[in-house]
């Protein structure tokens, strides 16, 4: 292993200077930083009462959102791909957890899933968008991308599904799980016109597209929620050492767990923005932001551009038609 490829490694799961933070008026203040945990975040607040989905619980971020979010009182929907692995993460929480089964690359699955979930709860305060894929190698599913279909469509498709659970809660919260990574996509944004994939493959762009896709539907979930009771923010939970580098070669994956270890985020501390943005009284009505280590963050320009976001919006739409 040499220094290029190490510092390649870290790129694509978003290493890098904080961008200048701006923009997100509104936003008050806070004590939290990237050191603070998904508990410290959630210390003085009572979620009884309230229902939130989360996505990929069996490990990682997701595994401690919801076992924050059900410490604090939450009723949390958990989803995995498997019964057995949603049944375990469910069970070794305190508090209220329930599995429900998702695969993402699988739009039946998540249309069942979002049924699951109706037939359980008629409000959702809180939807998480976490679950993701960093692959190795090029992979398609329905004709398309593979990160594509799995980080972003999938979710497209469940958040449509039960936005109007999400609606029917008195401030309902999307937060989505992006990644500074977007800044690894294609200078010129969303690849309307290769979403298969056809593109020379580079890892690092590809999960980096879907990234900033999941940044461009956050944003243009919140336009089209304003005036609702609802809101929509994406973040960037820092560089945490989970599972998320399984797929690479075991070196790197090994590297990146060690190095992790040392220098990088625990997943107690990665959970803690996805924990802020989903429940913090801070934010209340705040809507169309993107957030790293409990605070506002300017994403790069394409992760900005409402046009993009609207096209990606309507091309998810025509992707996902027969499935809304
Ligand atoms: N870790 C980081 O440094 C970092 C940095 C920036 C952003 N993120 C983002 O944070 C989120 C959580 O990642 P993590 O680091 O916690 O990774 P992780 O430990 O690998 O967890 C990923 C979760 O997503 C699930 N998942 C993967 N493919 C799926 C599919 N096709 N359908 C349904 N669920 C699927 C996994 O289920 P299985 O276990 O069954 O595969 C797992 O529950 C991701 O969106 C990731 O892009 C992570």
């Not at 976490?130 to 599913?141: D, I, K, T």
């Amino acid at each position: 292993m040499n220094r290029r490829e190490i510092l390649k490694l870290g790129a694509v799961l978003g290493v890098g200077p904080s961008l200048a933070r701006a923009e997100c008026e509104n936003v008050p203040n806070n004590v939290f930083d990237a050191d603070s945990t998904a508990e410290d975040v959630t210390r003085d607040l009572d979620l009884s009462g309230k229902t939130a989905l989360v996505t990929g619980v069996n490990t990682g971020i997701g595994y401690e959102t919801m076992r924050v979010l059900a410490q604090r009182g939450a009723h949390v929907l958990g989803t995995a791909r498997s019964a057995e692995k949603g049944r375990l993460a469910c069970d070794s929480v305190s508090g209220q957890a329930t599995p429900l089964l998702l695969e993402l690359s699988d739009f039946d699955s998540v249309v069942a899933c979002a049924s699951s979930a109706k037939a359980i709860t008629d409000s959702i305060d809180i939807l998480v968008c976490n679950a993701g894929v960093l692959l190795n190698e090029f992979q398609q599913v329905r004709g398309l991308e593979m990160h594509f279909v799995v980080n972003h469509l999938g979710h497209f498709l469940l958040v449509n599904r039960l936005l109007s659970e999400v609606l029917a809660a008195p401030a309902g919260r999307v937060v989505v799980v992006a990644s500074r990574a977007h800044r690894s996509a294609p200078a010129d944004g969303i690849q309307f016109n290769r979403l298969d994939g056809g593109w020379p493959y580079d890892r690092q762009e590809f999960y980096g597209h879907s990234k900033l896709a999941n940044g461009l539907f956050s944003l243009e979930l919140a336009r089209r929620l304003d005036g609702t009771s609802a809101t929509s923010n994406s973040l960037h939970p820092g560089v945490v050492v989970t599972d998320i580098a399984r797929n690479l070669p075991a070196w790197q994956d090994a590297l990146f767990r060690f190095a992790g270890s040392l220098f990088l985020k625990s997943v107690e501390e990665g959970a803690a923005t996805t924990c802020y943005v989903a429940t913090s009284p801070d934010l209340e009505g705040v809507s169309g932001c993107y957030f790293s280590d409990c605070k506002p963050e300017t994403p790069e320009p394409n992760m900005r551009d409402p046009e993009m976001a609207r096209r990606l919006w309507d091309v998810s739409e025509e992707l996902t038609r027969a499935y809304l």
